[in-house]
């Protein structure tokens, strides 16, 4: 028996009706768009409200909390950087999808566009959901650190919670490969309310404490002995004074220590100075610098624990106990040093004259604390445009050579260019690792 065939005119009728399935299935719907839209603009509005209800707040810490600035700069700091993040995502996401018609991220012509949200988040390049999700982490430690009450720490972790169902994947991929340019704007919008209200709870939180504390203590009669010092009580004698020595350490930036880095340690010493503290350390080895506690986790370990005692009248004294958890410090960012003294990240398109200005490479951080890293050495690859031909030189330092120099003089316009293999050595200058790549689009 002959084995039937389609007729040509049957196979491309089948064909388009296939094509025209899958562009139905992939479709967004107007519905679903303008719902996209509505969330989007209330999530703005309220982002607008909360900003001024977190300043509020802040200026009642700064005038009713003693030494409250310190902690509130550092918090205000870090929370800063990340909604910048955010918006520069959002920047980000809606020229990749608007192209020419690109406004701002608040006027998105594209809402339906599927490719600028994975395209942003997940470029092998500079892959920022990668970075978004270590920053909101961190912050996310630090504000803990701060708040005591349990509800409020929980609060404050479903704000800010990252969990994902696909453990076979990462949350970055999971949450950004098939969200429409319209979904990830709602979802950046989200993410900056919710960082706002992580930030107004922790602040609310020690607001409450403070108040407690204060009411405590106007409430003790005149018989009183004890004395609330360090959320510990203290003997007081009928004279007034207190019983000595006290003292309490901290460290001075967050509440962890960060490996491969001397970390400065708050002591608050009542009746002894530090140098008559017999400190040990466990975890981790420990200095004293013009007066000041330094402490360095060994490698690998993920908590310290520090105690101290004194010698008084030919007797050992316990003072007390600290332990300390141990993060890594953020990947570094790489940069490219310009003459004029600014510098540039990748990622936005510059022209080839500039770049022929650049005469170093650095990496730093800014959160927790300010590093600067030393570039051990970095590759410089060009490719041009008009025949395709691939131009590499090879630095062992932080400077351009003789040869990059000459590559970056080429540079034309619409040419690709890329800083890769950059390594730096850690604070302590002891390990040598790779960070991520710059890529640097060439103006068309």
């Excluded at 120099?405 to 619409?414: D, E, H, P, T, V």
């Amino acid at each position: 028996m002959a084995e039937y065939r389609l007729p040509p005119r049957q196979k491309m009728i089948n064909l388009v009706y296939i094509i025209l399935i899958a562009m139905l299935a992939i479709n967004i719907s107007a519905d679903t768009l303008d719902t996209y839209s509505l969330l989007d603009k209330g999530l703005r509005r309220r982002a607008d409200k909360l900003e001024s209800y977190r300043a509020i707040l802040r200026d009642s810490l700064l005038t009713t909390v003693d030494g409250a600035s310190g902690f509130i700069a550092s918090s205000d700091s870090m929370a800063d950087a990340l909604l910048a993040d955010i918006d520069g995502i959002k920047e980000a996401i809606a020229k990749s999808a608007d192209k020419k018609h690109y406004v701002s991220a608040d006027e998105l012509q594209a809402l339906e566009e599927l490719n600028a949200v994975p395209d942003v988040m997940l470029s092998a390049i500079n892959p920022r959901g990668s970075r978004l999700k270590n920053s909101i982490v961190l912050y996310m430690d630090t504000v803990m650190a701060k708040v005591t009450d349990t509800s409020a720490r929980e609060l404050i972790a479903a704000y800010l919670d990252l969990d994902h169902d696909k453990k076979l994947t990462s949350w970055e991929k999971e949450t950004f490969t098939s969200m429409p340019a319209i979904g990830g704007m709602v979802y950046m919008n989200t993410l900056r309310e919710n960082v706002l209200l992580a930030e107004i709870q922790m602040y609310q939180d020690i607001l409450e404490n403070h108040y407690r504390k204060t009411a405590s203590m106007a409430a003790a009669d005149g018989n009183s002995r004890y004395v609330l010092i360090n959320n510990d009580q203290k003997v007081v004698s009928v004279d007034g004074t207190i019983e000595v020595p006290v003292v309490d350490v901290a460290p001075y930036l967050e509440s962890v220590l960060y490996a491969e880095y001397d970390n400065l340690i708050d002591v608050l010493a009542i009746g002894i100075t530090p140098e008559e503290i017999d400190f040990r350390i466990s975890g981790g080895r420990h200095f004293l610098r013009n007066g000041k506690l330094y402490i360095s986790p060994d490698p690998g370990a993920e908590k310290v624990t520090l105690s101290m005692n004194c010698v008084r009248k030919g007797e050992r004294k316990y003072l007390g106990s600290k332990e300390f958890r141990v993060k890594s410090l953020p990947t570094p960012v790489p940069y490219i040093r310009f003459r004029d003294g600014s510098r540039y990240t990748g990622t936005v398109p510059v022209e080839a004259e500039k770049m022929a200005e650049a005469y170093s490479v650095g990496a730093g951080i800014t959160e927790p604390v300010e590093i600067e890293y030393r570039v051990a050495g970095f590759e410089l690859v060009l490719i041009k445009n008009n025949s395709g031909e691939v131009l590499s030189a090879v630095s062992e330092g932080p400077y351009f050579t003789s040869e990059q120099k000459k590559i970056l003089a080429s540079a034309q316009n619409a040419d690709k260019m890329y800083f890769t293999g950059i390594s730096v050595r850690n604070p302590k200058g002891d390990v040598k690792y790779q960070i991520p790549p710059i890529s640097v689009p060439l103006y068309e």
